[in-house]
């Protein structure tokens, strides 16, 4: 077989999910103070709820399009991660076009997509250590009802960390579910994926408790 | 030094089954540079690793690791003790290399400026600067397992507890985390099947069935484990 009638598939990185990761960078959206990257998506998500229209819809759109695109944020892993959102915009705006017009189905499914990219650059600008100092700041002041704020940073840092790896679990599943002949079963790929996410749940517990970090 | 008095270690049986034994009376002085634990697989030799630093408490008994007992004071052993898992990918929990060192160091309650030399200096000193920022997921299994080293001994512990840390490693990367293992100054409590390892050992404790069946130097607690693997 020649060359050229060789297919090639090229491997790609995880799927990452929406909110992505640190993409590392010097841009100026990189270089800013992550309070005003945080407050700054704050103040989209009250825009989102407080201006109506599809013009504002689309105009807020724009904005966190032109964000991701300063940011240089890869253009295939973001449309990549983003495809569940687009496509639960695409459902929901059939169902509004239905019920309410096509003014109100752009609206919303506009707003979805343009929150969802606007907190994805604040992620793939941000490292999570730089987010967790700001995390654990802000929630200094429920120390005094018993919150531990490193504990809860920690948790919501491990949360972004955990999509990948859920992902990465769940195909580990659906190899050894194909590698049987299984892949058309749900029990094989739904069972199996339950127990490992569980048991990589109590390994990550484990590795903070031997870093003593939470004690 | 870490002390194993009368140590024994049961888990609770499922649905009504009996309970099940994994340490059974152990005491133990330990105060050798380098100690191998060998052992069949389940014999209770991670339990035993995983006591040192209190992932594991005993059922009955008390263990002690320099003065502080790993029940009542648990904090305070774990930023004595480091611990590395078999599996780089339970312990390396951070997106990049970077960010999981900083997370190590986030208990040292460093500045941003002073943490972020040392994470700089960790990974030049481990030769992984240059990996810095490229996702976890793109690492070898070899460059993971020596992140995980590093994000645990950028806290300097006093002590490190490794459970069969060169097990999922090709030979290159085996002899790399080895040799990264000997040049350590501290106390090192070394879970392995790796038989070389163990040999080059001060002390090797070999498990059995959750007793320590054999306790010596190096030589000879190699050879109790190969006369103990050939009768099985």
């Known amino acids: ?215 | 030094m870490i002390t194993f008095k009368a140590v024994s270690v049961v888990v609770e049986g499922a649905g009504g089954a009996p309970d099940v034994p994994i340490l059974d009376d152990v005491d133990l002085r330990l105060t050798e540079r380098r100690i191998a634990v060998v052992g069949a697989n389940g014999s209770g030799k991670s339990t035993l690793a995983r006591l040192v630093n209190g992932l594991v408490l005993p059922t009955s008994g008390r263990v002690v690791v320099d003065g502080l007992d790993t029940a009542s004071d648990g904090a305070a052993v774990r930023r004595k003790v480091g611990f590395v898992f078999t599996d780089p990918d339970a312990q390396v929990v951070m997106p990049t290399p970077q960010e999981d060192i900083a997370l190590s160091l986030r208990r040292l309650r460093l500045d941003r400026a002073e943490r972020d030399a040392r994470v700089r200096g960790i990974l030049d000193r481990f030769d992984l600067g240059h990996l810095a920022e490229v996702s976890v997921h793109s690492l070898s299994g070899g460059q993971k397992q020596l992140l995980a080293l590093a994000g645990v001994l950028a806290t300097e512990p006093e002590i490190l507890v490794c459970d069969e840390p060169t097990t999922l490693l090709d030979l290159r990367w085996r002899r790399v985390v080895d040799e990264l293992l000997d040049s350590l100054d501290q106390q090192v409590v070394l879970v392995t099947h790796d038989l070389e390892a163990a040999a080059r050992a001060d002390r090797v404790l070999v498990v059995d069935a959750g007793k320590v069946v054999a306790d010596g130097g190096a030589p000879v607690g190699v050879e109790q484990y190969r006369a103990l693997m050939a009768v099985r």
């Open chain 1, 1 to 215: 077989m020649s060359a050229a009638g060789v297919r090639r598939r090229r491997s790609r990185r995880p799927w990452t999910g929406p909110l992505g990761l640190y993409v590392h960078g010097t841009t100026p959206l990189h270089r800013a103070p992550v309070d005003v990257k945080l407050g700054a998506l704050a103040l989209l998500g009250v825009a989102v709820i407080v201006l109506r229209g599809p013009a504002t819809a689309a105009v807020l759109l724009a904005i966190a399009t032109v964000a991701a695109v300063v940011a240089r944020v890869p253009a295939r892993a973001t449309v990549r991660g983003l495809l569940p959102v687009l496509v639960t915009a695409g459902v929901l705006g059939a169902y509004q076009w239905w019920q309410r017009g096509p003014a109100v189905a752009v609206e919303v499914g506009a707003d979805l997509v343009s929150l969802v990219l606007a907190a994805g650059v604040v992620t793939a600008t941000t490292p999570a250590d730089r987010m967790l100092d700001v995390l654990e700041r802000s929630l200094r002041p429920l120390r005094h009802i018993g919150v531990r704020p490193d504990v809860v940073a920690l948790a919501v840092a491990l949360m972004l960390r955990t999509i990948p790896a859920l992902v990465q679990t769940v195909a580990e599943v659906r190899d050894a579910a194909r590698a049987r002949g299984l892949e058309r079963d749900p029990r094989a790929l739904l069972v199996p994926a339950a127990v490992r996410t569980v048991a990589r749940a109590r390994a990550t517990g484990d590795a903070l408790a031997a870093r003593g970090l939470g004690d």
